[in-house]
T-cell receptor
Framework: QQQVKQSPQSLIVQKGGISIINCAYENTAFDYFPWYQQFPGKGPALLIAIRPDVSEKKEGRFTISFNKSAKQFSLHIMDSQPGDSATYFC?????????????FGKGTHLIIQP | SAVISQKPSRDICQRGTSLTIQCQVDSQVTMMFWYRQQPGQSLTLIATANQGSEATYESGFVIDKFPISRPNLTFSTLTVSNMSPEDSSIYLCSGARDTGELFFGEGSRLTVL
């Protein structure tokens, strides 16, 4: 599987601040980019996903920004809350979705300080 | 989201034994997969569970070690065979819908002594 590079590995943000997690990919065949949120002892939960026909997608406080030419995408969490403290994984796949299996980044451990 | 149920949720096993993990998904799922997540690590795809035929394994995973069945559209099993401590991990069942969205079960946390 092609690599997806995720950064930072860990992130501490004050309550109310903006959390930003970045991912970069190599395989130009990737055309589906989801983000997952995982709490300890739980399975990953799909948070938001984007396809390369748009440069940005917003759902509530969560926004994905996508830069096709740079082969990068990022997750922004606005007004970060302590309940957002979790591990976040970016992922990528080809053929428009998870049907070919996803390639995951290494994860970002996010802590929101009250 | 899709409903994906896995069992057991956790188990402690002895070296050399085998454990079978079961996964049940709702009818909206078309594709099923098995992933492994080692403690504090990312997720790695083990195989695609194909209905009524042999699973498709990723590089580094073999059928003898991780036999997978999918007898119908909504059920699959993963067996971890001849376990060693290195197999201690979380094993996650996942299902994809026609829309491409991939959902995960809660995982089966396996500890091998």
């Amino acid at each position: 599987q092609q690599q997806v590079k995720q950064s930072p590995q860990s992130l501490i943000v004050q309550k109310g601040g903006i959390s930003i997690i970045n991912c970069a990919y190599e395989n130009t065949a990737f055309d589906y980019f989801p983000w997952y949120q995982q709490f300890p002892g739980k399975g990953p939960a799909l948070l938001i996903a984007i396809r390369p026909d748009v440069s940005e997608k917003k759902e509530g406080r969560f926004t994905i920004s996508f830069n096709k030419s740079a082969k990068q995408f990022s997750l922004h969490i606005m007004d970060s809350q302590p309940g957002d403290s979790a591990t976040y994984f970016c992922a990528a796949s080809s053929n428009g979705g998870g049907a070919d299996g996803l390639t995951f980044g290494k994860g970002t451990h996010l802590i929101i300080q009250p | 989201s899709a409903v994906i149920s896995q069992k057991p949720s956790r188990d402690i096993c002895q070296r050399g034994t085998s454990l079978t993990i079961q996964c049940q998904v709702d009818s909206q799922v078309t594709m099923m997969f098995w992933y492994r997540q080692q403690p504090g690590q990312s997720l790695t795809l083990i195989a695609t569970a194909n209905q009524g035929s042999e699973a498709t394994y990723e590089s580094g995973f073999v059928i003898d070690k991780f036999p997978i069945s999918r007898p119908n559209l909504t059920f699959s099993t993963l067996t971890v065979s001849n376990m060693s401590p290195e197999d201690s991990s979380i094993y996650l069942c996942s299902g994809a819908r026609d829309t491409g969205e991939l959902f995960f079960g809660e995982g089966s946390r396996l500890t091998v002594l």
